[in-house]
């Protein structure tokens, strides 16, 4: 029994592996939230210091090129794995440059760290404990749980896969779990979701078909008698003028009553097949003693609208979205401004997080490619704020982080503060002052901000 349980919840640890790798590849709502990090975290563009100096206009063309793809790679990567499984190859002109390993071509699961294992023995040989520190990162190895990952297709080697942990791995967490058991991701909550709402709606489309589908369902109840015989009902024999010839003068046909069920539908095609329409419907005579009867609709009784919403909003959870962004925000009110400008400023801080871990990323790649020191090396990825001013002081903090030019800080301090009197005065009198423009006056110098 032991073994049949434990046989079932390795099955549903591999369902849900590649479940998870069709969320995260096919779903909308998750790939619309990717694009919001994405479009928040490298509109800015990507900048490299090395020795306390910019780099040169020709390289910072190649990290447009190459590494901004590789970290719109890894934000994918963050939330699917937990981690970041990155390589470096080798483009046409011999440069290094980073990739993620893509979905579909590794496993992955937790296990305990090389030290701890070295302490316990845990039957392992001395030269399998050294493999396994050699695919863990220099300072991944002293973790209680790392992650460990296996290439499976391309010829890779495990040493050949550096590992980048961005959520602190767990071990059997949901492994032995009464639910239903998940590989170790941080988006494993919400695949029994996703799995029950594509379900929900494979159920009713199923439905859809059947009920837009014509069928016939007869009913026989049949009128005779105790010595009648069932059999005869069922040829449909009315009367002995069944063999009875076409009399002179009349239709090619006997009458139609003496006919049998399979002569009666013949006779019907025949009739409307000789009649001028565009439209050929197909009639079917049932035997005496038979009904037809309305066939019963399938009324599935999952609510897609609340599995679709619930799914909705532990994706922006999970993914530090606010779910106005997914799906529109909610009717007016102060309330609703509240709760906006609020999730707003918890949005900002989780791209400065995001933004955090992919320039240490960035900062291990390129030690990695090109041999420097990992204090010589910076990258800044400033994410895109969302415009919320209040008061002047979030004017300036958005001028300080490089969101506003000097010009539009002018401009909306003068809006801000009600200082705009000339535009005003033009718009009321735009005749008088178009005849006094020789007496124009200098104007104001502008504030500071």
């Known amino acids: 029994m032991r073994q049949m349980r434990?046989?079932?919840?390795?099955?549903?640890?591999?369902?849900?592996?590649?479940?998870?790798?069709?969320?995260?590849t096919s779903d909308p709502t998750l790939l619309q939230c990717f694009k919001v990090i994405e479009a928040t975290c490298l509109s800015q563009g990507v900048h490299c210091r090395v020795s306390g100096s910019a780099v040169t206009p020709q390289f910072q063309r190649f990290l447009d090129e190459y590494y901004t793809p590789f970290?719109?790679?890894?934000?994918?990567?963050?939330?699917?794995?937990?981690f970041v499984p990155w390589r470096l190859r080798k483009v046409g002109r011999g440069d290094q440059v980073p990739e993620v390993l893509p979905p579909g071509t590794f496993t992955w699961h937790t296990e305990v760290g090389p030290e701890e294992?070295?302490?316990?023995?845990?039957?392992?040989?001395?030269?399998?404990?050294?493999?396994?520190?050699?695919?863990?990162?220099?300072?991944?190895?002293?973790r209680l749980v790392v992650y460990r990952i296996r290439p499976t297709t391309g010829g890779l080697r495990e040493e050949d896969v550096s590992v980048f942990i961005t959520t602190p791995p767990t071990l059997d967490v949901a492994n032995n779990s009464m639910l239903?058991?998940?590989?170790?991701?941080?988006?494993?909550?919400i695949l029994s979701d996703y799995k029950n709402l594509r379900e929900a709606q494979k159920r009713r489309s199923h439905a859809d078909a059947w009920n837009t589908t014509a069928r016939l369902i007869s009913t026989f109840k049949p009128s005779l008698r105790v010595e009648d015989?069932?059999?005869?009902?069922?040829?449909?024999?009315?009367?002995?003028?069944?063999?009875?010839?076409?009399?002179?003068?009349?239709?090619?046909?006997?009458?139609?009553?003496?006919?049998?069920?399979?002569?009666?539908?013949h006779v019907m095609r025949r009739q409307f097949m000789e009649a001028p329409s565009n439209h050929h419907p197909e009639v079917y005579a049932l035997p005496r003693d038979h009904d037809i009867i309305q066939q019963p609709n399938l009324e599935p009784c999952e609510d897609l609208v609340f599995l679709l919403e619930k799914f909705r909003h532990d994706v922006a959870s999970l993914t530090g979205i606010p779910y106005e962004m997914i799906a529109g925000k909610a009717g007016g009110?102060?309330?609703?401004?509240?709760?906006?400008?609020?999730?707003?400023?918890?949005?900002?801080?989780?791209?400065?997080?995001?933004?955090?871990?992919?320039?240490?990323?960035?900062?291990?790649?390129?030690?990695?490619?090109?041999?420097?020191?990992?204090?010589?090396?910076?990258?800044?990825l400033v994410p895109m704020p969302r415009l919320e001013i209040e008061t002047v002081q979030d004017l300036k903090i958005l001028y300080e982080i490089g969101?506003?030019?000097?010009?539009?800080?002018?401009?909306?301090?003068?809006?801000?503060?009600?200082?705009?009197?000339?535009?005003?005065?033009?718009?009321?009198?735009?005749?008088?002052l178009a005849g006094a423009s020789g007496d124009a006056k200098t104007s104001p110098p502008a504030r500071s901000v």
């Open 333 to 380: 009110g102060h309330e609703t401004i509240r709760k906006t400008m609020a999730s707003g400023r918890i949005f900002t801080a989780n791209m400065h997080e995001i933004c955090r871990h992919l320039q240490g990323l960035l900062c291990r790649v390129y030690c990695s490619a090109y041999g420097t020191p990992l204090d010589q090396v910076e990258f800044a």
């Open 229 to 265: 015989n069932p059999s005869q009902y069922l040829m449909d024999f009315v009367h002995e003028n069944y063999y009875a010839p076409p009399a002179m003068g009349q239709s090619l046909f006997p009458p139609f009553q003496a006919h049998n069920v399979w002569q009666r539908e």
């Open 117 to 142: 294992q070295e302490q316990l023995g845990g039957g392992r040989t001395k030269r399998k404990r050294e493999e396994l520190a050699g695919c863990v990162a220099a300072e991944d190895r002293t």
């Open 6 to 24: 434990q046989n079932s919840r390795l099955w549903d640890i591999a369902e849900s592996q590649w479940l998870l790798l069709e969320l995260v």
């Open 180 to 189: 239903y058991a998940t590989v170790p991701s941080p988006l494993a909550s």
């Open 403 to 432: 969101a506003l030019s000097p010009d539009m800080v002018i401009t909306l301090s003068k809006v801000l503060l009600g200082d705009d009197h000339g535009g005003a005065k033009r718009r009321r009198r735009p005749q008088q």
């Open 71 to 82: 970290c719109k790679s890894a934000i994918v990567a963050m939330f699917t794995y937990g």
